[in-house]
């Protein structure tokens, strides 16, 4: 079989964009590794394997990852489709029998007959063709420095340790205060939490006594990306390693005293929406319990909501927001496409959504319809978005789908709705919009 596309990797994201591209009628090549080879990580040679947990999150369609679901299923998802039919009891969660759901995956991928599905090793990136890079976190070093090559950014795999995300409404501003150190420029960039010196020692020793994350055996030897230093580790090179770092208050007057703070947190602006902030320098391997716990420990974040919690992976990504186009092409070579992981979105169910948005674009282009992306309105678009531009590239990280990647409700129908209105409120907004933007590229 002569294919029109070639994707590079048979995960959760390879196989969705394999699947709607296959759907839609083009012949897909699937070069899968697996098979020939293994890999530290996986334990079979199936497609789409879970490598950590059995779970796709919540599927309540309220939530913003059960509401990609939906959006998901509507688009006729492969990878939804298996883990439907595989599904175990989980409460309000979709959780699945891996094995069971792996080989459904496998099975529907390669009995389709605009599919042929190799296990090969792919080094370098196609010269020419339409293609799609979907090779995730566990991209090997030779094809990691070809994507390198491309991209003209360093994509090499690294521990890169992340830091927490808030979402705004939820920073008490009576406590915290907008100002540049110095208060340098005409803008207020940063968003600052002050605390006395008891506050601040109380906080350094439970940065030391939090429990923490434990290397996987295939981490253990990958270095830490030095950039990126856990908040827990500086807090061990001293008491007042912090406050020489990150919660540096030197130039910042607490408007409430009129003096610098013992030490200061400081969140920085994460989208252009400005719905969330990440803490600036407190990339961590603390649990994520224990996250929950100390973070809000900090004055004026008391009642944080988390759009994401701090992590240490083994990751292989590229600068999406500065090098993809809206349909996920590389901007400097529009034949090459990349989805999943590799984009920078977390998770098996985001994985699964940009691959499968990958494969719906590329086979509008080889059909000759092109289509426009998803309303950012909707879970798929709010992900995409956020993916190819919406995040600021300078500190661009992993991130799962949230409700603080999309657009605020407006005044009249937002205003100062619970929690709980606002995101039916959103879902609703989504569905509207997803039914609309699939009748327009129908």
Not at 101 to 119: D, F, K, M, Q, W
Not at 289 to 317: C, D, M, Y
Request: proline share 6%.
């Amino acid at each position: 079989m002569t294919h029109q596309v070639h994707i590079i990797g048979g995960g959760l994201a390879g196989s969705e964009a394999a699947w709607q591209l296959a759907e839609a009628g083009v012949r897909v090549r699937l070069s899968e590794m697996r098979g020939t080879e293994a890999t530290p990580a996986h334990q079979t040679d199936s497609l789409a394997e879970l490598v950590c947990s059995n779970s796709f999150r919540s599927d309540d369609p309220n939530n913003a990852v059960g509401l990609l679901h939906a959006e998901m299923r509507a688009l006729g998802s492969l990878i939804l489709r298996c883990a439907d039919e595989h599904r175990v009891p989980a409460g309000s969660a979709l959780a699945v029998d891996r094995e069971g759901y792996a080989e459904g995956v496998t099975r529907a991928i390669s009995a389709h007959p605009n599919i042929e599905l190799v296990r090969e090793r792919i080094d370098r990136l196609p010269a020419d063709g339409q293609v799609i890079v979907a090779t995730g976190p566990l991209t090997g070093e030779a094809l990691a420095v070809s994507i390198g090559e491309a991209t003209g950014a360093d994509a090499l795999a690294f521990f890169d340790a992340i830091a927490p995300i808030v979402h705004h409404h939820s920073i008490d501003m009576d406590i915290a205060w907008m100002a540049s150190r110095w208060d340098k420029g005409e803008t207020k960039d940063y968003i600052n939490c002050p605390m006395n010196r008891e506050q601040y020692l109380a906080f350094h020793q439970a940065l030391l006594d939090g429990e923490k994350t434990e290397f996987k055996e295939w981490e253990k030897d990958t270095p830490y990306f030095d950039g990126c230093m856990p908040i827990e580790v500086m807090a061990e090179r001293g008491v007042d390693t912090m406050r020489y770092g990150p919660m540096k208050p030197v130039g910042l007057d607490d408007p409430r005293t009129g003096r610098w703070p013992h030490a200061v947190v400081q969140l920085r602006q994460d989208n252009a929406l400005g719905t969330l902030w990440n803490i600036v320098g407190f990339q961590t391997k603390l649990k994520h319990g224990e996250q929950v716990r100390l973070f809000r420990s900090i004055p004026g974040l008391e009642k944080a909501e988390f759009a994401r919690l701090g992590g240490l992976h083994r990751n292989t990504f590229i600068q999406s927001p500065k090098l993809l186009d809206g349909t996920l092409r590389l901007k400097s070579q529009p034949n090459l496409r990349f989805a999943g992981q590799i984009t920078g979105c977390e998770g098996y169910v985001e994985s699964s959504a940009i691959g499968l948005l990958a494969g719906r674009f590329a086979a509008a282009e080889l059909l000759g319809r092109p289509i426009d992306p998803p309303p950012p309105t909707t879970a798929l678009g709010a992900l995409l978005g956020h993916i190819t531009g919406g995040a600021d590239a300078d500190s661009y990280q992993p991130m799962n789908v949230n409700f603080g990647l999309f657009p605020p409700l407006d005044g009249a129908r937002g205003g100062r709705k619970r929690k709980a209105d606002r995101k039916v409120m959103m879902a609703e907004r989504a569905s509207a919009a997803l039914k609309a933007w699939m009748l327009s590229a129908a």
